[in-house]
C-alpha cells in the first residue's frame, strides 16, 4: 500500500533552526495534517522525544509518525557502539509503528555548515568505502533483527553524494540495506534519477519526492555555496512546481514495477518565508498523488 508523507523540515528546518523559528508548532501539524491531508510526517527538532507524546501530538492532527532521521557516526566509532547509541531512536520508531530507520553518515558531513561549500564535501576512496559498507551492513543487520528495515540517505555534503557514490555504496553492502531514494539528492549531486533509481529501485525502501531548480543548483556549484546557502537560495522544491526540473512518472513507473511498497514523501525545505509551505506542500501532494497514478503505483484516484 502507499502512503503520503510530508516532512517539517518544509516549515522548520532543522540544519539551520532559526529558518521557519517564526512558525508555530501547531500550526505545522494543522497544514500538514488537517488543512493538506497527508498520512504523515517525519521526524524534526519540535517533536517531543517520548515516544508516547509524540504518538499522542501526530495523533491529533491526523497524522501518523513516519520515521526519522538518525546520524550515524561509523567511520568514527563501532558498531557496536553504533548499537548502543541508536537505542532511543530505535524505540521512538518502534514504539510508533515505523518500518523503517532513515540512516545517513554524518561524522564528517558539511551539509550543516553554513561556512563550508558542498562542493568540499568527504569523501571515500575505495578501501574506505568498502570497509564503511561492512559495518553500514552489520548495523542494518542489527536493525532487521528489531524488526526495521535501513533505509541510507544519499545525500549532499555526505560521503554518499554522486552517482559512483550510491553504487559503490550499495555494492560494498548487502541485502540487509536498502535505500532512501530522494529525487532532488540525486539530481544535485549530478545524476539522472531515472538511471540511477532503475539501478537499485528492488533496495529501495523509501522514496523522498524532492524537486529541484537546476540554475539555483547550478549555482552553488558554480560559486562554491554552502549547501545551506543553497537552500536559502531556493534549490529545492515540490512535485508539481513549474520550476521543478524532475519528472516523477517515470520514477514512479519504476517503483512501481519494482513492487514497492510504502511511503511517498515529500521532504522539499525552502525558506518558508518567501516559498509558503502551506501553498507548497498542497501544490506537491496533488502533483504527486497524479503522478502516482499515472504510474500505476497507487491504486487510488489523484487529489
Known amino acids: 500500500m502507499i ?38 510526517i517525519e521526524n524534526g527538532h519540535r517533536w517531543p522525544d517520548d515516544p508516547q507524546a509524540l504518538r499522542e501530538l501526530l495523533g491529533r492532527h491526523g497524522l501518523r509518525f513516519i520515521s526519522g532521521w538518525y546520524s550515524t557516526a561509523l567511520l568514527t566509532r563501532s558498531v557496536e557502539d553504533e548499537i548502543a547509541a541508536v537505542q532511543p531512536h530505535l524505540t521512538k ?101 531515472v538511471e540511477v533509481l532503475a539501478k537499485h529501485a528492488t533496495r529501495v525502501a523509501h522514496f523522498h519526492a524532492k524537486n529541484i531548480r537546476p540554475s539555483v543548483t547550478a549555482r552553488v556549484r558554480a560559486e562554491n555555496l554552502s549547501f545551506l546557502q543553497g537552500v536559502l537560495a531556493g534549490a529545492f522544491t515540490v512535485p508539481g512546481d513549474p520550476e521543478g526540473a524532475i519528472d516523477f512518472v517515470p520514477l514512479l513507473q519504476i517503483l512501481a514495477k519494482a513492487g514497492f511498497d510504502g511511503w511517498l514523501v515529500i521532504e522539499a525545505e525552502q525558506d518558508p518565508v518567501l516559498r509558503d509551505p502551506l501553498q507548497y506542500q498542497s501544490m506537491g501532494l496533488k502533483a504527486l498523488k497524479a503522478a502516482a497514478a499515472e504510474a500505476g503505483l497507487d491504486g487510488g484516484q489523484a487529489a
Open 3 to 40: 502512503f503520503y508523507g510530508t516532512n517539517p523540515i518544509a516549515w522548520a528546518n532543522d540544519d539551520d533552526p532559526s529558518i521557519g523559528a517564526h512558525i508555530p508548532t501547531e500550526q505545522i501539524l494543522h497544514e500538514a495534517g488537517t488543512l493538506i491531508g497527508f498520512d504523515g
Open 93 to 193: 520508531l518502534k514504539a510508533n509503528g515505523c518500518e523503517v530507520c532513515i540512516v545517513c553518515e554524518c561524522s564528517n558531513t558539511v551539509h550543516g555548515r553554513a561556512d563550508v561549500p558542498v562542493n568540499d564535501r568527504p569523501r571515500l576512496n575505495a578501501d574506505e568505502m568498502a570497509a564503511f559498507g561492512a559495518k553500514i551492513e552489520a548495523f542494518a543487520a542489527y536493525l532487521a533483527t528489531e524488526g526495521m528495515t535501513l533505509a541510507y540517505h544519499h545525500h549532499m555534503g555526505t560521503v554518499i553524494e554522486s552517482p559512483a557514490d550510491i553504487d559503490a555504496f550499495m555494492a560494498a553492502t548487502g541485502p540487509a540495506t536498502h535505500l532512501l531514494f530522494d529525487a532532488g539528492h540525486c539530481a544535485f549531486g549530478g545524476g539522472d534519477p
